[in-house]
């Protein structure tokens, strides 16, 4: 039986490793029709004493993630999202790392770009990776039906989980098909000087079809203020969250136990909450609230603990949002199903 992220994470102190954990036990957002992440199992991390020692190396020298991880510590949520991948699929015990943000041209022109390209320690055959880590805020109306994915959409409103979701479907989950992607994938299909008749070298062919993989965790922020129905595809364990305009925070804060503690998760760090004893008190946090209220409009992120409930992610957000909402993306029609993982 493999550790709860709680109990995991309550053995991790350093926010960079705690990240690593949030990774490793987070469920994903959606259900689609291609094969999901690598499980523990396939990194060799697929029992808690396994895992446990792992990340207790990492806890007691972190130099190496530290160093790996300082680049993507002032970028972009998704490049953080991706080198944690990297380090992970590189350092996992049963994993090993071939290529990342590996680029398919034609010609002068990109067609796109691979994000992992990994195999398992035990099998040769390469393994191509998506990735991407999302944060969604629920529209009670917008545009489609309540479970539209199109009602799902980031807090600065550039994108949404229908256009992303499409972008994975058309086009990143279907680039190693291409000719170009086979060209570019042909050395890693090349048979080692070691092959042994009867490999799945020899048996398969230089380049048989290849396997690809998709990782989507994240956080669906429910309206705090209306009922809305989880997304069409949605898995059933994904992590859940509230948002709330800052004219009903007052309401919502009055409505919390006085014990309550909280912190504000600025990125990168989006991931894992903090650990209990870096919490401030419910009063320094609204505060600190407050203040930013004051100066910004900008969506802020709160990680709330209660000792009855546990963690509770929130959104807190400009009375006027959204102030731009992400248009469908087109696509034939489909059928959409609630996907329920046993």
């Known amino acids: 039986m493999v550790l709860s992220a709680e109990e995991c994470l309550a053995r991790c102190h350093h926010p960079l490793v705690r990240d690593l954990a949030w990774l490793l036990l987070a469920s994903d957002l959606i259900v689609m029709p291609c094969p999901g992440r690598p499980s523990l199992g396939e990194l060799g991390l697929g029992d808690d004493d396994r895992l446990a020692a792992w990340l207790k190396t990492l806890e007691m020298a972190p130099e190496r993630l530290e160093a790996f991880l300082a680049p993507a510590l002032t970028g972009r949520m998704g490049l953080y999202h991706e080198r944690l991948w990297q380090f992970l699929l590189d350092t996992a015990p049963n994993t090993r790392l071939l290529a990342h943000n590996l680029r398919i041209h034609q010609g002068k022109r990109t067609l796109g770009e691979l994000d992992l390209l ?175 209220l004051y100066v910004s409009d900008a969506p802020v992120q709160l990680a709330l603990w209660q000792e009855e409930k546990g963690w509770q992610r929130l959104f807190v957000v400009a009375d006027d949002w959204p102030r731009k909402i992400p248009l469908p993306p087109y696509q034939r029609p489909r059928p959409c199903y609630h996907v329920h993982v046993p």
């Not at 993989?213 to 705090?224: C, M, Q, S």
Request: charged share 20%; proline share 13%; net charge positive.
């Open 118 to 292: 990994y195999c398992r320690r035990d099998d040769p055959r390469p393994v191509h990776l998506e990735v991407a880590i999302k944060f969604y805020l629920g529209l009670p109306q917008g545009p489609g039906g309540p479970d539209s994915q199109a009602r799902w959409i980031g807090p600065g409103g550039a994108d949404s989980l229908a256009v992303k979701r499409e972008h994975l479907h058309r086009h990143q989950l279907r680039l190693t098909a291409s000719p170009e992607a086979r060209e570019t994938l042909a050395p890693w299909w090349s048979p080692p000087s070691s092959v042994q008749e009867g490999s799945v070298f020899e048996q398969e062919g230089a380049m048989p079809s290849m396997t690809v993989r998709l990782a989507i965790p994240g956080v669906l922020f429910h309206p705090w203020h209306a009922p809305l129905p989880p997304p069409c595809e949605a898995a059933t364990d994904y992590r859940r969250g509230q948002w709330v305009t800052a004219g009903d925070w007052p309401r919502l804060r009055d409505g919390l136990h006085p014990g309550t503690l909280g912190a504000r998760l600025n990125k990168p760090h989006w991931l894992a909450p903090p650990r209990r004893e870096a919490l401030l008190s419910l009063r320094d946090l609204d505060a600190q609230l407050v203040q930013h």
